[in-house]
């Protein structure tokens, strides 16, 4: 049976879904609300175990290869850039390791010839009044039906507030922000990075494939704000409130975080959601279960879009049965990584000195060779999910 599917978000769910069901026959279109395809830079994101035979389904293991980061060790400092400790870059940058950027043109590249995309346009209302199917209406292209809606539109998902209500019911705030920007690397950096800490705060800068950019990133405790994220320089200034004392490089990283045109500032947040889906509007990745940093989020987004657009595939489109099947599967996994990505905040931006040192040692422990080998096995270990199932999906779709 094909349908005509409209998925909100062109980030990594949405071009997975897109791939996946277009492929499988289906109509879809694929709205998202910036004018581009936000490619780039961006922070990294790593893949292994299961995930390393999802990338070989969907046939993007060898683009993410040949765009991989290459990142070498990265040092923990103190304030006089003297070694603390190290960490190899097998320990967190997976089997393979590619800027978020990169990925997401990767994967619209991909998908762009099995889907209809429609930049620099939103979502403002869906109607599922008629048992067969949902009205859309637009903000610029004005009223289309359609048969399912999925909302992969991220943390601060329209589509969740369209059919589910406020953004507040479901978020949990995890006292922390994170932020990362771009900037020219004249810090002598090369596949290597630099983490500096003081309590609450957290700086790293570290320059990988673009040897001539550095990416800097920001970890620090604060209470929640109500910040514009659209206003781009009253989020430079409120970095700044909470790094005007810091030391180390970050003065310099600051006056350079005045020219950046690439920030990205938000919340580490949850999303805790009894249901994914409600009558013919599902939820995926951030929308749908946003767990933050070392919770999978991209790994999870991707096999979610697979494993939604099987389910669809198992089911003859019966998308009630489908999605039921979508969340039963998912949600261990989910829930599991949302558990374990709840103290990430604390971890990388320590509350206290005695903290840091602590924390610093088990950097010091985990880089060992022996405990090393023991890491990578437990962190592959952590993404066979065994939410990868098979599907009645097309041959060439498991090349």
Same mark, same amino acid.
């Given at each position: 049976?094909?349908?005509?599917?409209?998925?909100?978000?062109?980030?990594?769910?949405?071009?997975?879904?897109?791939?996946?069901? #277009?492929?499988?026959?289906?109509? %879809?279109?694929?709205?998202?609300?910036?004018? /581009?395809?936000?490619?780039? +830079?961006?922070?990294?994101?790593?893949?292994?175990?299961?995930?390393?035979?999802?990338?070989?389904?969907?046939?993007?293991?060898?683009?993410?290869?040949?765009?991989?980061?290459?990142?070498?060790?990265?040092?923990?400092?103190?304030?006089?850039?003297?070694?603390?400790?190290?960490?190899?870059?097998?320990?967190?940058?997976?089997?393979?390791?590619?800027?978020?950027?990169?990925?997401?043109?990767?994967?619209?590249?991909?998908?762009?010839?099995?889907?209809?995309?429609?930049?620099?346009?939103?979502?403002?209302?869906?109607?599922?009044?008629?048992?067969? #199917?949902?009205?859309?209406?637009?903000?610029?292209?004005?009223?289309?039906?359609?048969?399912?809606?999925?909302?992969?539109? +991220?943390?601060?998902?329209?589509?969740?507030?369209?059919? @589910?209500?406020?953004?507040?019911?479901?978020? &949990?705030?995890?006292?922390?922000?994170?932020?990362? @920007?771009?900037?020219?690397?004249?810090?002598?950096?090369?596949?290597?990075?630099?983490?500096?800490?003081?309590?609450?705060?957290?700086?790293?800068?570290?320059?990988?494939?673009?040897?001539?950019?550095?990416? %800097?990133? @920001?970890?620090?405790?604060?209470?929640?704000?109500?910040?514009?994220?659209?206003?781009?320089?009253?989020?430079?200034?409120?970095?700044?409130?909470?790094?005007?004392?810091?030391?180390?490089?970050?003065?310099?990283?600051?006056?350079?975080?005045?020219?950046? $045109?690439?920030?990205?500032?938000?919340?580490?947040?949850?999303?805790?959601?009894?249901?994914?889906?409600?009558? &013919? /509007?599902?939820?995926?990745?951030?929308?749908?279960?946003?767990?933050?940093?070392?919770?999978?989020?991209?790994?999870?987004?991707?096999?979610?879009?697979?494993?939604?657009? #099987?389910?669809?595939?198992?089911?003859? +489109?019966?998308?009630?049965?489908?999605?039921?099947?979508?969340?039963?599967?998912?949600?261990?996994?989910?829930?599991?990584?949302?558990?374990?990505? $709840?103290?990430?905040?604390?971890?990388?931006?320590?509350?206290?000195?005695? &903290?840091?040192?602590?924390?610093?040692?088990?950097?010091?422990?985990?880089?060992?060779?022996?405990?090393?080998?023991?890491? $990578?096995?437990?962190?592959?270990?952590?993404?066979?999910?065994?939410?990868?199932?098979?599907?009645?999906?097309?041959?060439?779709?498991?090349?």
């Amino acid at each position: 049976m094909s349908l005509s599917i409209l998925i909100s978000g062109a980030g990594i769910g949405g071009p997975s879904l897109a791939y996946w069901l #277009g492929r499988l026959g289906h109509r %879809v279109t694929v709205v998202e609300q910036s004018p /581009v395809l936000r490619a780039g +830079g961006g922070a990294a994101v790593d893949f292994r175990g299961d995930q390393m035979t999802l990338l070989e389904r969907m046939g993007v293991l060898a683009d993410i290869r040949s765009n991989a980061t290459g990142m070498g060790d990265q040092l923990v400092v103190d304030a006089a850039s003297r070694t603390r400790t190290r960490f190899p870059s097998a320990l967190f940058s997976g089997e393979v390791e590619i800027d978020r950027g990169d990925l997401a043109r990767i994967l619209y590249e991909h998908s762009a010839t099995h889907a209809d995309y429609v930049f620099g346009d939103r979502i403002t209302a869906i109607d599922q009044s008629s048992e067969d #199917g949902v009205t859309v209406r637009f903000a610029h292209a004005g009223t289309r039906d359609y048969d399912l809606v999925v909302g992969a539109d +991220g943390l601060h998902s329209g589509v969740r507030q369209l059919v @589910f209500g406020a953004e507040q019911r479901f978020r &949990r705030d995890l006292g922390y922000y994170v932020a990362a @920007f771009s900037t020219p690397n004249t810090f002598g950096l090369d596949h290597r990075g630099l983490i500096y800490n003081e309590p609450g705060r957290y700086l790293s800068v570290a320059s990988a494939r673009d040897r001539a950019r550095a990416q %800097v990133g @920001f970890v620090f405790a604060a209470p929640p704000a109500e910040l514009d994220r659209h206003d781009i320089e009253a989020q430079k200034r409120f970095i700044h409130r909470h790094y005007a004392e810091t030391g180390w490089k970050a003065p310099e990283l600051l006056a350079a975080l005045a020219d950046a $045109t690439d920030l990205y500032l938000d919340s580490l947040s949850q999303i805790r959601l009894d249901r994914w889906s409600a009558g &013919r /509007v599902a939820l995926l990745g951030d929308a749908a279960w946003c767990a933050g940093p070392g919770g999978n989020g991209t790994g999870h987004a991707m096999l979610g879009a697979y494993t939604l657009a #099987g389910e669809l595939a198992a089911a003859d +489109g019966d998308h009630r049965r489908a999605f039921a099947r979508y969340e039963q599967i998912m949600r261990p996994a989910v829930e599991k990584s949302q558990r374990f990505a $709840t103290g990430a905040g604390a971890f990388l931006a320590p509350a206290t000195r005695w &903290r840091i040192r602590r924390r610093d040692l088990t950097y010091r422990v985990l880089s060992t060779s022996v405990m090393s080998g023991v890491f $990578t096995w437990l962190s592959g270990r952590s993404a066979a999910t065994g939410a990868l199932a098979e599907y009645p999906l097309p041959a060439a779709l498991t090349r």
